[in-house]
């Protein structure tokens, strides 16, 4: 089968975020074209055996590549292999909301960009990465995996500026305390600096400057979303880990509705730490 452009995209979406909505792939790709058009291009995805589906009741219509699909890709190139696959449909039905609100994450930086002129595409963030630490002493090991990380650049006047972010989704489906204490895991990784790579921060490998993190609260209404979000400023005041992090690692927290309704560069997300106004996610943090 010869695939046209969208097709093409569409295809390296699915493989690169695993799960897409039918209407978060138009969003995405190509936001002129129509439900019908997009649903017939992916259509043509799974008559091919490229791509598969998942209908659930109630539930959006959702996308993934199937192993023939993720062969195309890989072999095109045209982004890095991922390691790590959607076993079965069954596995996709487990992980399917939270890994479409990541998707609907990274989409309103997508749209926030195409709006202002900005630099943020439908490849712009990587879900899933993992970054391993120890602690001070060396005796106890880690890993903090990223829901996703995203790369934004902000055109100001002729001038970029690089932006990057940790996203961690929270469906409310774990007791705040222990989503306050995800946070001690960033903490480590920004505070682990290894004999062999000669006390340098192992972070500086990878970044020029460590991400700030954001959390975003999703799942259930708003109201609740809001005392959830005033629950883990709170949570993170009282632990000792995380209050001596104030100015070395930076974190605030939003929620999706408030990102997907009003965008990133309104002030919607509060600090975890410090003055508790409100900042766009990449304000400065007082």
């Not at 487990?94 to 202002?116: N, S, Y």
């Not at 990784?189 to 000669?198: L, T």
């Not at 605030?252 to 900042?279: E, F, N, S």
Request: net charge positive; with cysteine; proline share 7%.
């Amino acid at each position: 089968m010869d695939l046209d452009a969208f097709q093409r995209d569409a295809l390296t979406a699915l493989y690169w975020h695993r799960l897409i909505s039918t209407d978060q792939v138009g969003r995405l790709l190509n936001p002129a074209l129509s439900p019908v058009t997009v649903r017939a291009k992916l259509a043509g995805l799974r008559r091919a055996g490229l791509a598969d589906r998942i209908t659930r009741e109630h539930r959006p219509r959702t996308w993934l590549v199937t192993p023939a699909g993720a062969e195309v890709v890989e072999a095109a190139g045209g982004v890095d292999a991922r390691a790590y696959r959607l076993p079965s449909t069954t596995v996709a039905h487990l992980l399917q909301e939270h890994t479409l609100d990541v998707v609907e994450t990274g989409l309103a930086f997508v749209e926030c960009a195409r709006r202002t002129g900005d630099e943020c595409g439908p490849l712009s963030w990587t879900p899933e990465v993992a970054h391993p630490f120890q602690n001070r002493t060396g005796d106890r090991r880690g890993v903090v995996i990223a829901d996703a990380v995203l790369h934004y650049v902000i055109e100001d006047d002729g001038r970029r500026s690089q932006r990057t972010l940790f996203i961690e989704l929270d469906r409310a489906t774990m007791p705040v305390a222990r989503l306050a204490r995800k946070l001690t895991g960033y903490i480590r990784y920004h505070d682990h600096a290894p004999a062999e790579a000669g006390g340098r921060p192992l972070w500086r490998q990878r970044y020029p400057r460590f991400p700030r993190l954001l959390i975003v609260l999703s799942g259930t209404k708003e109201h609740l979303l809001e005392r959830r979000l005033a629950d883990l400023r709170a949570h993170a005041d009282a632990m000792p880990v995380v209050a001596a992090a104030a100015g070395r690692v930076e974190m605030i927290a939003t929620t999706l509705p408030r990102l997907r309704t009003d965008g990133p560069l309104a002030p919607i997300a509060m600090p975890l730490l410090g003055d508790p106004r409100h900042v766009t996610v990449f304000g400065r943090l007082s």
